[in-house]
Nanobody, 127 residues
């Protein structure tokens, strides 16, 4: 059974940095494009970043470019999201998921088409 477990979220101040982790069991990342998504209270889930299985391509939505960095460690079956210069609008629950061809993060598909999610990790940014 495949499981995704996110961690690293916590309460931080605006301007702080965080690194989120997503560990997969029962699946190796080497064949999958992996994305990070977030859901703010009362809002739809949105894709924020994605990395191709070969690590050759990364994608970011405009609101996080320059502040978020996605990376993957295949040996540890872990995908990371490094976040700098956190803003209150970054507050939300962050999830990882396999995003085939990074279509959701690129805006070409809906997160509702993805069927495997972890429990998420909550990031709260106070001003």
């Amino acid at each position: 059974q495949v499981q995704l477990v996110e961690s690293g979220g916590r309460l931080v101040q605006a301007g702080d940095s965080l690194r989120l982790s997503c560990v997969a069991s029962g699946r190796t990342f080497s064949s999958y494009h992996m994305g990070w998504f977030r859901q703010a209270p009362g809002k739809e889930r949105e894709g924020v970043s994605c990395i191709s299985h070969s690590h050759s391509s990364t994608y970011y939505v405009d609101s996080v470019k320059g502040r978020f960095t996605i990376s993957m460690n295949n040996a540890k079956n872990t995908v990371f999201l490094q976040i700098h210069s956190l803003k209150p609008e970054d507050t939300g629950t962050y999830y990882c998921a396999s995003d085939p061809l990074c279509l959701v993060v690129q805006g070409h598909s809906s997160y509702k088409n993805l069927d495997l999610w972890g429990q998420g990790t909550l990031v709260t940014v106070s001003s």
